[in-house]
Every structure is written in C-alpha cells, then in structure tokens.
C-alpha cells in the first residue's frame, strides 16, 4: 500500500485590495481608516460650540434624593422652593460660568468662580426686577445653612471648606456629597445676596470692561416650571447679547436626579450630538 501524498495547503486568505497612487501601491483598508479618522477630526471642529445646562427635577428623584432635598428647604412647599432655587436662580448661576468662558474672564479658583458665579446670578436678577423671588431665595438658602450637615453647627467658614477641597480649578470628588458641597453653595449663595453687588461691578470683577449694560426691564416669571428655565435661559442669552458679550447657542436639559444641576462647554457633533468641548477645556486649564 503506497503512502498518501501530504495534502496541499490551501490559502483561504482573501487578497488585500490596493490602490496604485503613482508608483506606490497602498492598502485600502489602512487608508479608508486613516481619512475617516481624519474627517472625524475635522468634523469635530467645525459643528458648532454649545453651552450646555442641565437642570434637575424634584418629582422624578428618589425618596432618598426627595428626603435631601426636605431636609434643605423644609416640608412646607418643598417642591415650590427646590424650583424657585433650581429652575429660577441657579439657571442664571449656571449661565454666570458660561459667560466667564466665552469671553475670556478672570481665570480664578473653583471657590472663586462659584461665589462670582453667585453674585452674577443675585445682581442679574436684581437689576431684571426680581427682588421679591430674592427675598423668598433668602428666606431658602437661611433656612437650608441651617439645616443641611453640622458645619454651620461646627462654626466652619464656608469658603474655607471649599479651600480645603479644592486646589485650584480641580476638585476633589469626595467633597460633592449632599452635606458638604450643598452647604458650600448655600452659605456663598445666602453672602452673595447679603453682599448686594450690583451688576455692573459684578460683571467688572469678572473681568469684563467691554460691555454697556441695556436700560433695565422687568422680567417676571410668574410660576415656576420645566418650561420656565428654557425661557430664561433665551431671554438671558438675547440680554448678554445686547450688552455686547458674547454667549453661544445654549442647550438645555432636564435630569431626574434633584443634585444634578450643572453646564459645561460642549460641542453639538455633526449638529446632531453633543459632546464634551475638549478644544477649549484644554485652553481654559492653560
């Protein structure tokens, strides 16, 4: 019986495809990779800067989250001061931050920037007319120093507190808990209307001094809802814009989560998706 032939190997490998450019002969797959990366980038940086608010709703977070919040504004009207803070003074708060980085202002710490923040927001709603929401945004944050954590108990400054949890723009994560970081806000909030900075030396303090400030008018919100924070988010931006600041277009979003409220630099991808603003959070650290 006579050995069998070894078998042939067969090579079920498909060949590469190439193109020819001029005498070099190049893979597609690589380059088909290369451009579309290369469009990815460039993608990236012409779709439009954003500036991105999130606002947090009191009904839809967890009972935990609702006891938190109780403990802060008291159980008579709870859900009617959260909005009052949340969906009326912080959206102005928030946009505070967002003129600070479009118009290259004073680059200051975390603890600074959060209490300019708040000076902004009591002086801006002053000057629109507001003062009777302020006076109810005082009776709040007076009643939520008290209550929220033992610091006020403990004679601890506010700003010290932030200090110490901070170095510089970065901050340490342990320090955004219910007790600490949400007393830090109240007692800068409670100074900034104690303060009563008006806004023009406010607006100085951040560095701005190519700005006039329009005659001021009167903007009443009368109740507070979802809808409520979108409007004066537009009326705010069309105000920045006639005092010849500059502001993007402003996105505006809704959590369930009643802690989360925040803005961030973003860019609206392919003007479709929004994606961190990478391009300037590296030029803002500079």
């Known amino acids: 019986m006579g050995k069998a032939s070894p078998k042939t190997k067969t090579n079920n490998q498909k060949p590469k495809k190439t193109i020819k450019i001029g005498k070099t002969e190049i893979e597609l797959g690589p380059l088909v990779s290369t451009v579309v990366f290369i469009l990815l980038i460039i993608f990236y940086f012409i779709s439009p800067r954003v500036y991105s608010i999130t606002t947090a709703l009191y009904g839809k977070g967890s009972a935990e989250d ?41 680059k ?50 506010y700003m010290q507190l932030g200090r110490e949890n901070s170095t510089g723009r970065s901050v340490n994560d342990d320090f955004f808990n219910f007790n600490d970081y949400g007393w830090f806000q109240f007692s800068s909030v409670k100074h900034a209307i104690e303060t009563d900075k008006d806004l023009e030396t406010v607006l100085k303090e951040m560095g701005f001094t190519n700005f006039k400030l329009t005659e001021p008018k009167t903007l009443k919100y009368e109740s507070i809802d979802e ?42 991808y392919l003007w479709l998706f929004e994606f961190a603003d990478y391009k300037y959070i590296f030029t803002w650290m500079i």
């Open 108 to 157: 200051l710490s975390f603890v600074d920037e959060e209490q300019l923040a708040n000076d902004f927001a009591v002086a801006y709603w002053k000057y629109y007319g507001e003062e009777e929401k302020l006076t109810e945004l005082h009776d709040i944050v007076n009643y939520a120093v008290e209550h929220v954590g033992t610091n006020t108990q403990n004679g601890i400054d």
């Open 66 to 106: 609702q006891a938190n919040v109780t403990t802060a504004m008291g159980s008579e009207n709870t859900e009617k001061r959260f909005r009052l803070y949340f969906q009326w003074y912080n959206v102005i708060h928030e946009l505070g931050h967002g003129l600070l980085y479009y118009n290259n202002g004073n």
């Open 227 to 268: 809808d409520t924070s979108t409007q004066i988010i537009n009326d705010a931006a069309e105000n920045f814009r006639a005092w010849g600041l500059k502001y993007p277009e402003t996105t505006h979003h809704f959590s369930n989560d009643p802690n989360m409220n925040s803005s961030k630099s973003a860019v609206k």
